[in-house]
């Protein structure tokens, strides 16, 4: 655990926040405050995932989409000939 006063922690901002990254840093002010700059580590979200690259353009997805939807959406004919409709 490094510690700094005030004034060495204002000057040097940016090295003690890349210090805290590997342990608490305690700064002292004249008046006998004490404060501690830890590193926070956050957890990423699940659906945060990472884009991917790929030629096909937004028509072509679209598409796609809708082909997929139609392939569905034909009717099923069971094997005796009926309509499941009634």
């Known amino acids: 655990m490094k510690v ?3 004034s060495e922690a204002r000057q040097r901002f940016a090295e003690i926040l890349n210090i805290a990254r ?3 840093v305690i700064i002292q002010r004249r008046g006998g405050e004490v404060f501690t ?3 926070k580590k956050t957890s990423r979200s699940p ?3 990472p884009g991917i690259k790929t030629k096909a353009t937004t028509k ?3 598409q796609a989409i809708k082909d997929s939807r ?3 959406a034909e009717p099923i004919n069971p094997p005796d000939g009926r309509s499941s409709r009634r």
């Open 37 to 39: 700059i830890a590193f």
């Open 4 to 6: 700094y006063t005030y």
């Open 70 to 72: 139609e392939r569905i």
């Open 60 to 62: 072509d997805i679209l």
């Open 22 to 24: 590997e342990e608490d």
């Open 47 to 49: 659906f945060a995932i």
